[in-house]
């Protein structure tokens, strides 16, 4: 029996990354997976299909709790991990990257929560985890479009938490901000920039996108059935 048998669960970007992680790891664990992205689907897993949308396309985001709800008749889990990057210090980053990262890592969570969260309500029940970042709590040089967003994404978790449970129903909202995390992505980054980052980090390395995904399981699952407005920080005791 799987953690999350029978449970179904929308997670945006899920294509790559930690994403594709979590969607892996949800449907090894039993549940039925729908992956919302911008892109097609690049891999197969038994249990994870693609719905190609973007975030911050309301009528995309309205049409695919539609489609779930039709082929599934509930919503379970909601992990709002799509998210983007366009660093630079304060005073060069340009409206455009401001208003591209704002649309996709806030709004796109919003979007994607104002949509799901009262259908949980009304269904009685529901996880929601929104994936905020280290960068969020702390702030980072050369980031603050990006902390601003995933600040942002803490705040909209610890107020559904208090919203959705109203009328006594069980939706719980949760955010889990990863430290660095050796994704692809990540796999790219000179290691002179990288090695740095490790020693800020007590545990001295990256994570493993396995051991985000690990975090939002546990979140997603009833194990965490008495946890609601939390921040699950996954980052080695990285300090920015």
Same mark, same amino acid.
């Given at each position: 029996?799987?953690?999350?048998?029978?449970?179904?669960?929308?997670?945006?970007?899920?294509?790559?990354?930690?994403?594709?992680?979590?969607?892996?790891? !949800?449907?090894?664990?039993?549940?039925?997976?729908?992956?919302?992205?911008?892109?097609?689907?690049?891999?197969?897993?038994?249990?994870?299909?693609?719905?190609?949308?973007?975030?911050?396309?309301?009528?995309?985001?309205?049409?695919?709790?539609?489609?779930?709800?039709?082929?599934?008749?509930?919503?379970?889990?909601?992990?709002?991990?799509?998210?983007?990057?366009?660093?630079?210090?304060?005073?060069?980053?340009?409206?455009?990257?401001?208003?591209?990262?704002?649309?996709?890592?806030?709004?796109?969570? !919003?979007?994607?929560?104002?949509?799901?969260?009262? !259908?949980?309500?009304?269904?009685?029940?529901?996880?929601? @985890?929104?994936?905020?970042?280290?960068?969020?709590?702390?702030?980072?040089?050369?980031?603050?479009?990006?902390?601003?967003?995933?600040?942002?994404? @803490?705040?909209?978790?610890?107020?559904?938490?208090?919203? !959705?449970?109203?009328?006594?129903?069980?939706?719980?909202?949760?955010?889990?901000?990863?430290?660095?995390?050796?994704?692809?992505?990540?796999?790219?980054?000179?290691?002179?920039?990288?090695?740095?980052?490790?020693?800020?980090?007590?545990?001295?390395?990256?994570?493993?996108?396995?051991? @985000?995904?690990?975090?939002?399981?546990?979140?997603?699952?009833?194990?965490?059935?008495?946890?609601?407005?939390?921040?699950?920080? @996954?980052?080695?005791?990285?300090?920015?």
């Amino acid at each position: 029996m799987g953690r999350l048998n029978d449970k179904v669960a929308i997670v945006t970007g899920g294509s790559n990354g930690i994403g594709r992680c979590i969607c892996e790891t !949800f449907a090894r664990e039993g549940a039925k997976v729908v992956s919302f992205d911008v892109n097609e689907l690049p891999y197969e897993c038994v249990n994870v299909e693609g719905y190609k949308g973007s975030v911050t396309d309301r009528e995309a985001v309205a049409d695919l709790v539609s489609y779930v709800e039709d082929k599934y008749e509930k919503i379970d889990i909601l992990v709002n991990n799509a998210g983007i990057t366009r660093d630079a210090l304060t005073q060069k980053i340009t409206e455009e990257m401001w208003d591209l990262v704002v649309d996709i890592n806030l709004k796109g969570t !919003f979007n994607l929560g104002q949509a799901v969260g009262p !259908f949980m309500m009304e269904q009685g029940s529901g996880s929601i @985890i929104n994936i905020a970042s280290v960068v969020g709590e702390y702030g980072n040089i050369g980031q603050a479009n990006y902390a601003a967003t995933k600040a942002g994404v @803490i705040g909209l978790a610890k107020t559904w938490a208090k919203e !959705f449970a109203r009328k006594g129903a069980g939706v719980r909202c949760n955010v889990v901000a990863p430290g660095y995390t050796m994704t692809d992505m990540m796999k790219t980054v000179p290691e002179t920039v990288l090695e740095p980052i490790r020693e800020k980090t007590m545990l001295r390395r990256l994570a493993e996108p396995q051991e @985000i995904a690990n975090g939002v399981l546990f979140l997603a699952s009833d194990e965490a059935s008495y946890i609601t407005g939390h921040v699950l920080s @996954i980052n080695g005791g990285l300090r920015l």
